[in-house]
């Protein structure tokens, strides 16, 4: 007897899979193959170097808005794994279920057992009428992420769809079916407690406001929303500065933020541990712990500029008031710096930020960053000691982003850094206290840009994310603190595969260890990932990850196995696309 769609991936890749009662003809059958799906790997020698110029220059090209590097589409697509590219394309169902145990190699008791691969969802996966989008599209590429050997997915919780219309009003009606989908196929789930915007920055594709009822009050007291030294308004993320205060419909937004988190927790108590196992709670702009100093909305900032300090609510002036006048200064108390630039100038073009006799080195400087940085450790801790009470003895993790702010990294002010609240310079590590922080609550230290290579970049600009990246996982190292990536942009190519791999094995300085990344977050689901020699090259990127940087594979038998992997599933899908389509 033929085996049926679901039992043939499943043996494909190793895993085996129940198939749904009363679906395609001949479902039903068992196997018990194991063949490892995998894929080719080798370094191409194409030279990825972006050019730009200064502002005034001839327009400025910007790796944060560069295309994807895939393989162009060529007509004669393969078939294979075109359904999950089709649903997408079009809003075009098997369910599935295996368990796997997510773990964190980089703690004490894990040691050398491989990087376990989330894939991030699509923005919009739920839709604004709090339904799930393209329902077969998800099923047929949650299918085939499975069969790849994925360990799960990485989901964006928005608060402005689940308390969108009323405060204390929970609808988490999307997220129940695609919980639940995620259940059936087997697959692990990253939830991240999204409390900002969605739109305006790098790789939104959809626009996700805040719930209605907060930019209400937003509207009424425009000092809820960060402001710049020009009294431009941010409205992605409400000001860190009246966390405390009860602004919000009586709530402040700490409470807001600790109610949210309640309510998704005894929504999905029958998930927690087995489903879901990480909670990422969201901190900032983009998701990230930091303050919104490049918002590219509206052309405000464009890369590599420095960015600008967020600080002039009139929630943040009292803090700073206070501070000053606390350290013996007040006359330091009225404002941020005023020398610090615009946006898109370079650390050269400003008094603040210049290597000689920069503000940035000066007693005052040295106050202010200080005040600056330790206003969002608190938010930080504020957050995180709510997180953890509310998610406590529920076996999940819990995790915060930070962003990977590696444009000027090699220069000695690091302006973009320090405008996004990170006090980060030649003389002082601005990493190592998130690090510190994070290890008090048991926390994820998760980072971006994992993918990118310091050639990679304008080194006019002095970027450098390879040496950013290694200084956070020296500080994670010290803090003791498990580290995970995400790659900061789509990324296809193998090159940029095999630098998540060097980077995830923390190999410091060619010094190995038994420490590895706890996890790396793929961006993101979409057509492109599901192109045919994308695939095959980010199935053989899963398979290498999860074996650990201790396992020494010929690349011609994972591009045998790669290969095999595409020529078996290719009539398997096709045989998926027809049931989708009925």
Known sequence: MAMSLPHQIGAIAGTPITAESGGIAGEGAQSAATVSASAVWRTPLTNLRVSIQKPGDIERVSPLSSPPMSPIKASGMRPDLSVACQAFATATETETHHENVYSFPNTPDKKGKGVPVFVMMPLDSVKMD?????????NASLQALKSAGVEGIMMDVWWGLVERDEPGKYNFGGYIELLEMAKKHGLKVQAVMSFHQCGGNVGDSCTIPLPKWVIEEMDKDPDLAYTDQWGRRNY???????????????????????????????????????????????????????????????????????????????????????????????????????????????????????????????????????????????HGERILQSAKAIFENRDVKISVKIAGIHWHYGTRSHAPELTAGYYNTRFHDGYLPIAQMLARHGAIFNFTCIEMRDHEQPQDALCAPEKLVRQVSLAT?????????????????????????????????????????????????????????NWRRFVAFVKKMKEGKDVHRCWEQVEREAEHFVHVTQPLVQEAAVALMH
């Open 477 to 533: 190292q010290e803090a003791r603190v498990p580290l995970a990536g995400e790659n900061a942009l789509p990324r296809y190519d193998e090159y940029a595969h095999e630098q998540i791999l060097k980077a995830s094995s923390l190999n410091i300085d060619g010094n190995s260890s038994d420490r590895e990344m706890c996890a790396f977050t793929y961006l993101r689901m979409n057509p492109d990932l599901f192109h045919p020699d």
């Open 130 to 138: 709090n339904t799930v989008n393209r329902r077969k599209a998800m």
């Open 236 to 378: 992605e993320y409400v000001s860190l500065g009246c966390d405390t205060l009860p602004l919000l419909k009586g709530r402040t937004p700490v409470q807001c933020y600790s109610d949210f988190m309640r309510a998704f927790r005894d929504k999905f108590e029958h998930l927690l541990g087995d489903t879901i196992v990480e909670i990422q709670v969201g901190m900032g702009p983009a998701g990230e712990l930091r303050y919104p100093s490049y918002p590219e909305q509206n052309g405000t900032w464009k890369f590599p500029g420095i960015g600008a300090f967020q600080c002039y609510d009139k929630y943040m002036l009292s803090s700073l008031k206070a501070a000053a006048e606390a350290y013996g200064k007040p006359e330091w108390g009225s404002t941020g710096p005023t020398d610090a630039g615009h946006y898109n100038n370079w650390p050269e073009d400003t008094n603040f930020f210049r290597k000689e006799g920069g503000g940035w080195d000066s007693p005052y400087g040295e106050f202010f960053l200080t005040w600056y940085s330790k206003m969002l450790l608190d």
